[in-house]
């Protein structure tokens, strides 16, 4: 069993995605408790305006593979990892299918955590926590959500598959699934988004969950258990409670 050291002025946390919404929360969450943060975003105007007291502001996009790996050249240690800068783009049109915005979509969600756990993990010791940021919307396929549900499925396989290997390294990984959280992501949204949290919720939670270690999050735990009850019944049956527009 690895010794844990729970003196939060002596744990760095690494966020990605920390210039806004769910990651600027957790930013100031994790230094209002005295963590040492280092955030990441594209801009280091926007990363030191919004988190002036990061330990560092790393600016790099996460789908540029060698500004991942220069990024963590600057980084020596990191004691929870969490990875949660994503996109979230629309297939409107799902005859005229929208190649470009379904490889931006899987680019930046999925593809660009090879690169970040290539560069990022090697920083994080036994004793270390992984955290990658999915959705409830892997749950229940929704419509319109192709591009953003495929790339988070693919988180959901790579964390859980993920925690049984770094199980041997003793570095714990948590999966997070948010429900619908107030951010400039889903300001875009044009339609109902039950259960709304704030980011400030979302992070609150996440910090918690991460705290102890958990392997899994979901919240609002009103909504997510509703999906997952809905995710039991006949695909055509939780379409129409879902989504109304479907013919399927
Ligand atoms: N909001 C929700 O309801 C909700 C629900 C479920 C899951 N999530 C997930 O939670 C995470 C955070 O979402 P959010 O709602 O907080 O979104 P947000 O407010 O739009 O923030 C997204 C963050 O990701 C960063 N980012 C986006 N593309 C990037 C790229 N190519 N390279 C580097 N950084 C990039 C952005 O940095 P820049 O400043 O550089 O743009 C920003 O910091 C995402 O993974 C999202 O899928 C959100």
Request: hydrophobic residues 45%.
């Amino acid at each position: 069993m690895t010794k844990q050291n729970d003196n939060p002025r002596a744990k760095t946390v690494l966020i990605t995605g920390a210039s806004s919404g769910i990651g600027l929360a957790l930013y100031k969450q994790y230094v209002d408790l005295g963590y040492q943060v280092v955030t990441c975003g594209r801009d280091k105007e926007t990363l030191a305006r919004l988190t002036p007291l990061a330990t560092q502001w790393l600016a790099f996009d996460v789908n540029d593979i060698n500004a991942v790996a220069n990024a963590a050249e600057q980084v020596v240690h990191i004691d929870i990892l969490i990875l949660n800068a994503g996109t979230c783009l629309y297939i409107d049109n799902a005859k005229q299918f929208d190649g470009n915005r379904f490889r931006e979509v899987i680019n930046t969600n999925l593809l660009a955590m090879g690169a970040l756990l290539e560069n990022f993990l090697p920083k994080v010791p036994a004793g270390g926590q992984l955290a990658l940021v999915s959705s409830s919307a892997t749950i229940f396929p929704f419509s319109r959500a192709e591009a953003y549900g495929a790339s988070k499925a693919g988180v959901d396989y790579l964390a859980n598959s993920l925690r049984i290997d770094l199980a041997k390294e003793h570095i714990d990984v948590c999966l997070i699934h948010p429900g619908f959280i107030k951010t400039p992501l889903t300001d875009k949204n044009n339609f109902a988004m039950p259960f709304l949290l704030t980011a400030e919720q979302a992070a609150e939670r996440i910090f918690q969950g991460i705290k102890r270690r958990k392997h899994y999050l979901h919240f609002p735990k009103r909504l997510t258990l509703l999906l997952k009850l809905i995710a039991f019944l006949p695909q055509s049956l939780g379409n129409s409670l879902l989504n109304k527009d479907s013919n399927t």
